[in-house]
C-alpha cells in the first residue's frame, strides 16, 4: 500500500514549481564586470595593478602583531572604487 502511494506523490511533488521566478544572485560586481568594455577593462586592470601595490606596501611593512583594519578598509576601498568606476 505504502509503495502505491509513493508513485503518485512524486511526480505530483516534480509537476509543482517551488519558486515561480529564478533569482539572480550573482554580485553586482560581477554583473558590472559581465558588461564592460575592452577600454573600460584596461583602465580597470590599471585600477587593480595599483590595488596589488598598496596590497603588497602593506605586507612589506607589517609586523606580527599589527591591526589588520587597514587590509580590511583597504579592501573595502577597492571593491567600491570598482562600482563607482562602473557607475
Do not use: W
Not at 514549481?17 to 590599471?46: E, I
Not at 577597492?78 to 563607482?84: I, R
Amino acid at each position: 500500500m505504502c509503495s502505491i502511494t509513493v508513485k503518485y506523490i512524486f511526480p505530483l511533488l516534480q509537476a509543482i514549481p517551488r519558486f515561480q521566478r529564478k533569482v539572480d544572485r550573482a554580485h553586482t560586481l560581477y554583473k558590472l564586470h559581465a558588461g564592460a568594455t575592452d577600454s573600460a577593462r584596461s583602465l580597470l586592470k590599471d585600477m587593480e595593478l595599483d590595488c596589488v601595490a598598496e596590497v603588497n606596501k602593506f605586507l612589506d611593512d607589517f609586523t606580527p602583531g599589527q591591526s589588520l583594519a587597514e587590509v580590511d578598509d583597504l579592501l573595502k576601498d577597492v571593491v567600491e572604487t570598482e562600482v563607482k568606476f562602473y557607475k
